[in-house]
DNA sequence: CGAGCTGTGAGGGATAAAAC
DNA sequence: GTTTTATCCCTCACAGCTCG
């Protein structure tokens, strides 16, 4: 700038020597440029100036800059310091901090939720059921609640109203509704027991069912074992055993409906039908007098009609292999007896006796039948014969299950080197078929096993046989027992193993089956109507068997029909046994699996004590219901909670709060009362009607016989008989004769006209007159013979 | 000793109220 | 609008008490 100026100054001295016209005016704009410069000089001196004023600033402002950095350096190591400090300290915060939160939470849990969503959860109801049941009154339910409650430092929100408490109660007994459903949807079997009493006047009875059931703990490993299960008291006014059993079937039609309802049911797709129940029932345990076997037979007969049902049903219902083989089994021992009647209605000489060793030492100083002492009657009614028997024992000898004893190896060896590679049929089980595959075996080796029976003999010191042994040897030397023993063969072969062939092996259902045991019927009576498509010299399996095949064992088949002139009531006594045959024969013969399905307790305790718990309970609750009790009950005895805990769900939640409302609404007690005044309304009205009934019918006669004319001669009496003695008899009695109170004491003849003679001889010694008569006037007897009529009935 | 009163706890109908 | 609970109302049976 300083150059600038300097070489304008200089043009300016030169401009200012150099006189021009042109150069003054150049002058005057270099002087006027000039006057700009200096004007621009001041501004950038201004500039300058101002330059180093904020020079000076800035560096004063650096340096106060530095100071604060230096003092921001100090705090920030302090402050990392403190971090670190903080850092150090930061797992002790954190811990503090999820304290806090903790207690903070825990503070929320201290106030108990009993409601959700406007109703009262599944554990509120649960708690209200355990309290009432421990015996708290309803109405102080949520009273406890919140004083236990408290006492833990726990507020409770809500407070379940008495009714609501009730509701709860109800809606356990559906809940052990549902379960006892589920448990028989999928048990194998089940058997009933009940007991009753009477509580001021009206009848109780009380039922429960035994079933194989899961316990519901969280163990993996339990098993199921057989549990009771309470199905509610019933009262019910009609106390005959046909009302009681009809009683039984409603429980259990109740659970299954209420069950099949359930959400449970749906989910789990186990439907459980009554029919299908009830044919599953094995068995009934009741007290032992006559009415409570009356129950148990009808319960019988109900099963059967259950089982009939199922199998003609169009429905496919897979049954195990087993179960059928049972109900065949079962069905043929129902023929046993039957056969061995044979014998004694047609008079022919029947199987021989096979004594057990008890009854063969009584039996066997019998010269004969006549005059039996009652130790001998015993032992001969104890005592067994025929087809069946005779297989037993030789079951028991060749193959015993007790390997110890018999003479199975012995038997095997002999056999053997008989050329007979045989091991005996197992009859130690109550399968009938097994008698029917030995009776086959004994058939058909018949002479080598009398032949081994004496090799058996011959080899013991002293060359007897034991008393099994000796009945064996007799009874197959015997025509009668082998008889038996061809039939039971023969239907084995015609009947049973044919049926055995359709099924064995197959996917059964029921619907096949339904047309098959039409064809065993049908064989059957073929079989009646003509035996010798079975028993004859020209018999073969074209006609014999049910299905036309080849025999099982033709060997067995042959070796009957060589035998057939030593047995000459063959053919009648497979009649008799195929007619006598019952497709429904039922509990009585039970093979162990049977048993197991029947598994009933020994004493019917349970059924005793929930009839005492009721009255208990009646005590201190006097206006209870019988379902709350049944309620209570079934929940608390059947373990129904922990069922709940492990099966139900939300919706079952909901399902149990709608029908609890229900049964709430249902008015359940009024109507038992109800029912109960009903029947005995109607049954006295029966009662009236038939004394109605009688009360006129008396009349009439009592008039007719006022119209007879009382006989006085002897001689004539003595010549009546019939109505007109009966009639002079009856006239004598309203005419008030002296004669015997009760009409049944005067019932023969003579003794009726000794009778009327003996009043007439009275009559004639004045020591009575007769009332009434000639006039026809009935009315003043009525009452008089009143005793007498009673003394009729 | 028994009639009558009282308290308790029950059943259950009707309906309002709350929650969804 | 439906579901669930709460409340009010009445009824009943029994135990235990009082009192004549």
Known sequence: ????????????????????????????????????????????????????????????????????????????????????????????????????????????????????????SPQARELARMLVSAGCSREYVSNVIHAVCKSAGVAVQGSMSRRTVSRAILEGGIAAKIQIGHELAQAEAFTASKDGTSNKHVNYDAHHINLKVSSYSDDPDEVPTHCHRFLGIVSSPDQSAEGQAEDLVEQIDDVLKIYNKSPLAKRSGHFMRLVKAISLLKGVNTDHCSKEKKFSNIMKSKVVDAVRELLGETEVLEKSWEEIDILFDKALSGGNTPMMAWWAENDVTPPILLANHDNAAVLNNLDSLDDLTPAEQHALESTTRGGVKAASLAGAIFNHKDDKKGQQDIFKWWFKNAGIPIAFPDTSNNRYGTYCEAAGVLLLYCDKFLEFLEFV?????????????????????????????????????????????????????????????????????????????????????????????????????????????????????????????????????????????????????????????????????????????????????????????????????????????????????????????????????KKNDRDTEAAKKKAEKNNRISRIPLIFEKEVIEGLKGQKLQDQLDAFRLAGAPLPALLKDVKVVADKKKTIQNAIEQYENDKWSPIGFEGGETDGFQADNGDEENGEE
């Open 457 to 685: 003999r011959d080899s013991k010191k002293k060359h007897v046989f034991t008393n099994m042994e000796k009945n064996l040897y007799n009874a197959l030397k015997d025509p009668a027992t082998l008889t038996e023993l061809a039939v039971l063969a023969l239907y084995a072969q015609a009947i049973s193993h044919p049926y055995m062939r359709q099924i064995r092996g197959k996917n059964i259902n029921m619907l096949d089956l339904a047309p098959l045991h039409l064809q065993v019927e049908q064989h059957m009576i073929n079989v009646i109507e003509n035996p010798n498509i079975l028993v004859s010299a020209d018999a073969t399996y074209t006609t014999g068997a049910m299905d036309e095949k080849e025999w099982e064992k033709p060997d067995v088949v042959n070796a009957i029909l060589k035998r057939m002139p030593e047995l000459p009531h063959l053919s009648n006594v497979l009649v008799h046994f195929t007619t006598e045959f019952t497709p429904s024969g039922v509990i009585d013969s039970a093979t162990d699996l049977q048993k197991e399905l029947a598994w009933m307790p020994a004493t019917n305790d349970v059924n005793e004590g929930m009839l005492g718990s009721l009255r208990q309970f009646w005590r201190f609750n006097p206006r209870a219901t019988l379902h709350v009790f049944n309620s209570l009950a079934m929940f608390q005895r059947n373990n129904t909670q922990p069922f709940m805990n492990k099966h139900f769900k939300e919706d079952d939640h909901k399902f149990l709060m709608h029908m609890g409302r229900e049964v709430d609404s249902s008015r359940l007690e009024s109507k038992r009362q109800a029912k109960n005044v009903e029947y005995t309304q109607a049954k006295n009205q």
């Open 1 to 120: 700038m300083a150059v600038r100026k300097q070489i304008l100054e200089g043009q300016i001295k030169f401009l200012q020597a150099v006189e021009l016209p042109t150069a003054k005016g150049d002058a005057a704009k270099a002087i006027q440029l000039l006057k700009s410069k200096t004007s621009d000089n001041e501004k950038l001196k201004h500039e300058l100036s101002r330059l180093l004023e904020r020079c000076t600033l800035e560096a004063s402002q650096s340096k106060s800059k530095e100071m604060d950095f230096k003092t921001k350096l100090v705090a920030f190591k302090r402050q990392n310091h403190l971090l670190q400090k903080r850092c150090d300290r930061a797992p002790e915060i954190k811990a503090k901090a999820v304290k806090r939160a903790k207690s903070s939470a825990n503070k929320e849990n201290r106030t108990y939720k009993l409601l959700h969503k406007g109703a009262y």
